[in-house]
């Protein structure tokens, strides 16, 4: 018998569940975290049409919970003074990662680094992200949780 050990956790398999969004999936998460107090840090920029609505905002906003922004810059990457400052007073309890039209914030491994080092649960929003591998980017490792859309693939 052939016995296989991962000598790498980083390539191992993490657990899926299936939803029929990034919208659903990002409620069921939410509402798993039971927040009673503190809030949601979301990036300052938040994409929304009329006939969508928006599929990071819409969750938080249904679940009744407080939010806060973080700032970004000209190129849509976290401003980690913004969020170093947000996490700094103690409410936060989730904060929220865009990785922007399927690119890797550079800016992200610390900004996951700094929200564990405040005990927040970092939720990864790769929507359009989930093949970064392929062209020379990781994401969807360092988070607690990731959502990953198929159908913007």
Not at 108 to 122: D, G, K, L, W
């Amino acid at each position: 018998m052939i016995t296989k050990r991962a000598e790498d956790s980083r390539n191992c398999l993490r657990p899926v569940v299936a939803f029929r969004s990034a919208r659903e999936a990002f409620g069921a998460i939410l509402r798993g975290l039971e927040i009673t107090s503190g809030k949601v840090l979301l990036p300052a920029y938040i994409g929304w049409s009329p006939r969508e609505g928006s599929g990071v905002f819409d969750p938080v906003a249904s679940l009744g919970l407080d939010y806060e922004f973080y700032g970004l810059n000209e190129r849509l990457r976290i401003d980690l003074d913004s969020l170093r400052a947000a996490l700094q007073t103690g409410k936060i309890r989730v904060v929220v990662i865009i990785h922007y039209f399927g690119y890797v914030d550079p800016c992200y491994p610390e900004a996951v680094r700094i929200a564990r080092q405040h005990n927040v649960f970092t939720v990864e929003d790769a929507a359009h992200a989930m093949l970064t591998d392929l062209v020379g980017g990781v994401c969807g490792r360092s988070g607690d949780a990731c959502i990953y859309s198929f159908h913007k693939m």
